[in-house]
């Protein structure tokens, strides 16, 4: 191997206490005690999340439903798949896609599959999120929760990765689902 070249069991960390710091409504976050390769003794912040589930749903003439709605973390207004977390750990990913896309489109789906999971942020949190694609859309009534303002929008693919190439897009979800299902879908 060459220089620099670390293998697996020599990058070994072993985490001798989790503390929580702080309990949230979506995220708990802790502090970890941990023993780095080297034997030195180190603190990592941790963010622990339940998960979530997105969907990217398709309209019968093969645009994309997106979502525009205001994001404190950024204090904008952003487009997005539409998008939510589990309700427990242990509730089915699909599941939960199926109540986001009523809840913030108004549409329940015929066909419904499992595009991609990615974590969002592996340095620091554990946050999953399973994103599938959803056709034979069906229009019902939107469920928005109290705090909830979100306009459903039609998008063209092309138009959509143009705001990815040009920096007008930037939520990690919404950029990983649309160049998967593109690549998938589209490209193929």
């Known amino acids: 191997m060459g220089k620099g070249y670390v293998t697996e069991e020599e990058m070994y960390v072993e985490r001798l206490d989790r503390k929580l710091v702080r309990e949230g409504r979506i995220i708990n976050i802790y502090e970890d005690t941990v023993k780095i390769p080297n034997g030195h003794i180190d603190k990592y912040d941790f963010i622990g999340h339940k998960g979530a589930a997105a969907v990217v749903p398709v ?15 950024l204090d904008r207004v952003t487009l997005e798949i539409p998008a939510g977390g589990l309700n427990s750990a242990d509730e089915p990913t699909l599941d939960a896609a199926r109540r986001e896309l009523e809840e913030e489109t108004g549409y329940q789906a015929d066909n419904i599959e499992l595009l991609i999971s990615i974590y969002t942020t592996v340095a620091f949190c554990n946050e999953k999120i399973d994103i599938y694609v959803a056709t034979g859309l069906h229009k019902r009534q939107q469920h928005l929760d109290e705090d909830e303002f979100i306009t459903p929008e039609e998008w063209s693919v092309d138009d959509l990765t143009d705001l990815i190439y040009s920096g007008k897009m930037q939520d990690s979800k919404t950029i990983a689902a649309i160049l998967a299902y593109k690549d998938k879908f589209v490209n193929k």
């Open 59 to 73: 309209t019968a003439d093969g645009k994309l439903l997106m979502v525009r709605q205001y994001r404190n973390a």
